[in-house]
């Protein structure tokens, strides 16, 4: 089992930024994919990103495209999420997950998960 902490929440203004940041530790995981959900009140959770440990690639969310960018540090044992131009509607309990299938947008696709952190964004 993966056992991943996230960090890095908080409160920003409508355009501003936030890294967010997820150490991982267990069992070994180069070939896992590591994901970024998130859930708005009253919303399911959704995905946002993922990247794959063993070569770096990445997918995202449409909605997310092109203002979000993750990455890893493999030293660190740690991936991040860099979040720019923040709107209203990224406001939302970021969690971090890992899981084997190569990218996965569905949730069930991962095993681990973290406890979340929380993300505001203000008009």
């Known amino acids: 089992q993966v056992q991943l902490v996230e960090s890095g929440g908080g409160l920003v203004q409508s355009g501003g930024s936030l890294r967010l940041s997820c150490a991982a530790s267990?069992?070994?995981?180069?070939?896992?994919?590591i994901a970024w959900f998130r859930q708005a009140p009253g919303k399911e959770r959704e995905f946002v990103a993922a990247?794959?440990?063993?070569?770096?690639?990445?997918n995202y969310a449409d909605s997310t495209k092109g203002r979000f960018t993750m990455s890893r540090d493999n030293a660190k044992n740690t991936v991040y999420l860099q979040m720019n131009s923040l709107k209203s509607e990224d406001t939302a309990v970021y969690y971090c997950?890992?899981?084997?299938?190569?990218?996965?947008?569905?949730?069930?696709?991962?095993?681990?998960w973290g406890q979340g952190t929380q993300v505001t964004v203000s008009s």
């Open positions: 997950a890992a899981g084997q299938l190569y990218l996965s947008r569905q949730q069930r696709a991962y095993s681990s």
């Open positions: 990247v794959n440990w063993n070569v770096g690639s990445t």
């Open positions: 267990g069992r070994t995981f180069t070939s896992y994919s």
